[in-house]
Nanobody, 116 residues
Framework: QVQLVESGGGLVQPGGSLRLSCAAS??????MGWYRQAPGKQREWVGT???????NYADAVKGRFTVSRENDKNTVFLQMNSLKREDTAVYYC????????????WGQGTQVTVSS
């Protein structure tokens, strides 16, 4: 049902910034957010924004990353500041159609590489 289109990944130096975007189509979102998976590591939750605007973040990114959404559109952003080498990962966006008993849709992922 839901199609997700991601953009914004790339190569950035430590301390730099990058902004990812993910646009959903096909239905109204109730929850959208981001996961990431570093090489050899398990997939890790990054942050979420709920339809009412409430946000939550993993401890590892608090104070550096911000999840936001575009008004009147099912588009979510991940603003990443003060990037560290350990932030290198494939970043995946997701969308849930409801708060409970949801059907989750995933983007294909976008590579973020933090390196000097």
């Amino acid at each position: 049902q839901v199609q997700l289109v991601e953009s914004g990944g790339g190569l950035v130096q430590p301390g730099g910034s990058l902004r990812l975007s993910c646009a959903a189509s096909g239905s109204i979102f109730y929850r959208m957010g981001w996961y990431r998976q570093a090489p050899g590591k398990q997939r890790e939750w990054v942050g979420t924004i709920i339809r009412d605007g409430t946000t939550n973040y993993a401890d590892a990114v608090k104070g550096r990353f911000t999840v936001s959404r575009e008004n009147d559109k099912n588009t979510v952003f991940l603003q990443m500041n003060s990037l560290k080498r350990e932030d290198t990962a494939v970043y995946y966006c997701y969308s849930d159609d409801r708060f409970v008993g949801y059907s989750r849709s995933w983007g294909q992922g976008t590579q973020v590489t933090v390196s000097s």
